[in-house]
């Protein structure tokens, strides 16, 4: 009888270990959360059309912070090799916005301007970031 106990409770202790399969679906799991470039979001990774690549802004960018005292979050630039664009990654957007310029100092886009020289970024005509 005693054989029987232990025998039924290794059977039942090794049948619920499972085989290693989960219920949870993979957009749960934690780093699967890959964009249609393959950047994970989760571990801080865009993509940057500059670089070409999957990129954490914070580490390769300027940052800039807001003006806003109630806003706590940074915007950051990236500037072309040749110096002809900017890549502006902002709070809360799920991809850049590229500024371009014929002079190399001033970028713009419809809504966005950059300062190259004192890193100020106007949205809409109002000073934002520095």
Same mark, same amino acid.
């Given at each position: 009888?005693?054989?029987?106990?232990?025998?039924?409770?290794? #059977?039942?202790?090794?049948?619920?270990?499972?085989?290693?399969? !989960?219920?949870?679906? *993979?957009?749960?799991?934690?780093?699967? +959360? *890959?964009?249609?470039?393959?950047? #994970?979001? !989760?571990?801080?990774?865009?993509?940057? &059309?500059?670089?070409?690549?999957?990129?954490?802004?914070? &580490?390769?960018?300027?940052?800039? =912070?807001?003006?806003?005292?109630?806003s706590t979050s940074n915007a950051?630039? #990236?500037?072309?090799?040749?110096?002809? =664009? @900017? /890549?502006?990654?902002l709070p809360d957007s799920r991809?850049?916005?590229?500024? &371009?310029? /014929?002079?190399? &100092?001033?970028? @713009?886009?419809?809504?966005? /301007?950059?300062?190259? +020289?004192?890193?100020?970024? *106007? #949205? +809409?005509?109002k000073l934002t970031y520095q």
């Amino acid at each position: 009888m005693k054989n029987l106990t232990i025998f039924l409770f290794t #059977i039942f202790a090794l049948s619920s270990c499972g085989t290693g399969s !989960s219920n949870a679906s *993979k957009e749960q799991m934690t780093g699967n +959360d *890959k964009d249609a470039h393959g950047c #994970i979001g !989760s571990a801080g990774f865009t993509w940057s &059309e500059t670089y070409q690549e999957c990129v954490r802004a914070w &580490e390769v960018g300027t940052t800039l =912070k807001p003006l806003d005292s109630k806003s706590t979050s940074n915007a950051y630039v #990236i500037l072309s090799q040749d110096h002809s =664009k @900017v /890549e502006l990654f902002l709070p809360d957007s799920r991809s850049s916005v590229m500024l &371009e310029s /014929e002079d190399h &100092e001033v970028f @713009v886009s419809s809504k966005y /301007e950059y300062h190259v +020289d004192n890193h100020h970024l *106007k #949205i +809409d005509g109002k000073l934002t970031y520095q």
